[in-house]
């Protein structure tokens, strides 16, 4: 049972630790991004565009889990931003109920 190692009476808190922690070991790894394939810079600060960040493969709004270490990877947090742009224009407008393009003809 991965990620269920840390005992404590606060669900939440052991969520976040667990989070934490899991950061801290895909770090190590050191792998390079997962969208550019680039090298990431681990010592960089948080809030630089080309900082580390943990993304999720399928998104906690689609059922997957912050926790499970096969549903994350290491990305430039630009990278996952760009992502997450790209994920809005393409399905989630449809989602939505977003006017797309084709909208505009059918007038
Ligand atoms: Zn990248």
């Known amino acids: 049972m991965r990620g269920e190692t840390v005992p404590s009476s606060n669900p939440r808190y052991r969520k976040y630790h667990a989070r934490v922690s899991l950061r801290r070991r895909v770090a190590r ?63 989630d407008a449809i989602d939505l109920g977003i006017p797309t393009s084709r909208d505009w003809w059918s007038e």
């Open 29 to 91: 790894r050191g792998d390079p991004c997962a969208i550019c394939g680039k090298s990431i810079d681990y010592s960089l600060p948080r809030g630089h565009p080309m900082a580390y960040e943990l993304d999720e493969i399928v998104p906690i709004s689609r059922g997957g889990s912050p926790t499970d270490p096969d549903n994350v990877q290491p990305t430039h947090a630009i990278c996952n931003r760009k992502k997450g742009n790209k994920l809005i224009d393409e399905r």
